[in-house]
């Protein structure tokens, strides 16, 4: 991370590799190369998946989800917390309901000023009446009923985040990550 400027966050949840996909699109690894903080909320559903986050991304914070099995569960906490660069962050897979979900996310985390959440595959971006953002990336391999697949992207700077960015992955670039994994099955 800058000492001198701001904060790269990328934020993603429910890759789901290998069940919704078979590997994750170049476009994201690329994001995770650049990023100085990756926020995973959880549904990794593989360990090979954590460990080539943890390879790559020069500071990850992450937590499991609800389809990751007891190998993950033992690395990852439900609920991560951390402060960079003055922003108090949690994560957590699961909030419930989007009906009353700012306010039991808000009386749930009352220390934080973000709450990155994932599950329904859903981005979502919001702010309470208590000031606690809520961000929920989507999935990047699994966009179930939206249109495309998602991650955010975003800064930390001056003690406050900013510059959130939605980024849709078009199909030329999740084609592009079937194809490279179609080679690489094909070499082995």
Not at 32 to 44: I, K, P, R
Not at 47 to 59: G, P, Q
Not at 99 to 128: K, M, N, Y
Not at 141 to 153: E, H, I, M
């Amino acid at each position: 991370m800058s000492d001198t400027g701001p904060i790269r966050l990328l934020i993603v949840s429910d890759t789901h590799v290998p069940k919704r996909a078979r590997s994750l699109p170049g476009r994201l690894l690329r994001e995770v190369d650049d990023a100085d903080v990756v926020v995973h909320a959880g549904d990794w559903v593989d360990t090979a998946t954590l460990d080539l986050f943890e390879a790559r991304a020069r500071r990850l914070v992450g937590v499991y989800g609800n389809n990751d099995g007891r190998d993950l569960r033992a690395r990852l906490p439900e609920i991560a917390r951390v402060e960079l660069g003055g922003v108090r962050i949690a994560v957590v897979h699961e909030t419930g309901p989007a009906a009353g979900r700012e306010q039991r996310c808000s009386a749930a985390f009352p220390d934080a000023d973000v709450l990155v959440f994932g599950h329904s595959h859903i981005p979502w971006d919001t702010t309470t009446a208590s000031g606690l953002r809520l961000l929920n990336p989507g999935s990047p391999t699994d966009r179930r009923r939206q249109p495309a697949c998602t991650y955010l992207t975003a800064t930390i700077a001056d003690g406050a985040l900013g510059d959130v960015r939605l980024v849709a992955l078009s199909r030329d670039d999740r084609a592009d990550h079937a194809a490279r994994a179609d080679r690489a099955d094909r070499a082995s």
